[in-house]
């Protein structure tokens, strides 16, 4: 299947802090990503969809000036994090869709497990 | 009403037996429904992905798909102890944009030897 990478794997920082999460599709384009965030013992949330040459489209209740997205490339999202603080702390995993058998199936990257202490 | 309901669970089997993880969908529209792996810790994973009524099978893996129903399921025969994990049933609802996925709660499943 599909590789989606993301940079880094864990992130340890302080509250007031910016943080920036990368996410790579490695052997394909994609022209959409996802960013979603997942607390302990809860499912997927979907933050944002980040678009390649336009401005990402945020979920009710997800604040933008807060979750910064940038989609840089045809393989390349970031998410950073702006002044963050202990509520902050999540799992932050990316998608990506590839096509396949005419369909568009979401690989997601391995996550990045960020603590605001 | 939750889009994607799934039993939290736990649910658990012993090893060699098969185990049944349901998930319920409101969207008569959605058209493409997955099944996900999440180890804890760890991303989801894709275990199967089906588009059509019927069954779709995969190795130890078959995804049951009923449209009229609004219902899919994942069967997994001779579940292994390495099969327990959290399994998250995944819709695309229709008229959402492109591969946007709805989630459900995700079931646990334990797998005993």
């Known amino acids: 299947g599909a590789v989606v990478s993301q940079h880094p794997s864990r992130v340890i920082c302080k509250s007031g802090t910016s943080v920036k999460i990368e996410c790579r599709s490695l052997?394909?384009?994609?022209?959409?990503m996802f960013w979603y965030r997942q607390f302990p013992k809860q499912s997927l949330m979907l933050m944002a969809t980040?678009?390649?040459?336009?401005?990402?489209?945020?979920e009710q209740g997800v604040e933008k000036d807060k979750f910064l997205i940038n989609h840089a490339s045809l393989t390349l999202s970031t998410l950073t994090v702006t002044s963050a603080h202990p509520e902050d702390s999540s799992f932050y995993i990316c998608?990506?869709?590839?096509?396949?058998?005419?369909?568009?199936?979401?690989?997601f990257g391995p996550g990045t497990r960020l603590t605001v202490l | 009403q939750k889009e994607v309901e799934q039993n939290s669970g736990p649910l658990s089997v012993p090893e060699g037996a098969i185990a049944s993880l349901n998930c319920t969908y409101s969207?008569?529209?959605?058209?493409?429904f997955f099944w996900y792996r999440q180890y804890s810790g760890k991303s989801p994973e894709l275990i199967m992905s089906i588009y059509s009524n019927g069954d779709k099978e995969d190795g130890r893996f078959t995804a049951q798909l009923n449209k009229a129903s609004q219902y899919v399921s994942l069967l997994i025969r001779d579940s292994q102890p390495s099969d327990s994990a959290t399994y998250l049933c995944?819709?695309?609802?229709?008229?959402?944009?492109?591969?946007?996925?709805?989630f459900g709660q995700g079931t646990i499943l334990t797998v005993h030897p």
């Open positions: 995944a819709v695309i609802p229709g008229g959402t944009s492109y591969g946007k996925l709805t």
């Open positions: 998608s990506a869709p590839s096509r396949t058998e005419g369909t568009d199936t979401q690989y």
């Open positions: 052997d394909f384009q994609a022209t959409t």
């Open positions: 969207d008569r529209g959605s058209q493409s």
């Open positions: 980040s678009n390649e040459g336009s401005k990402a489209t945020y």
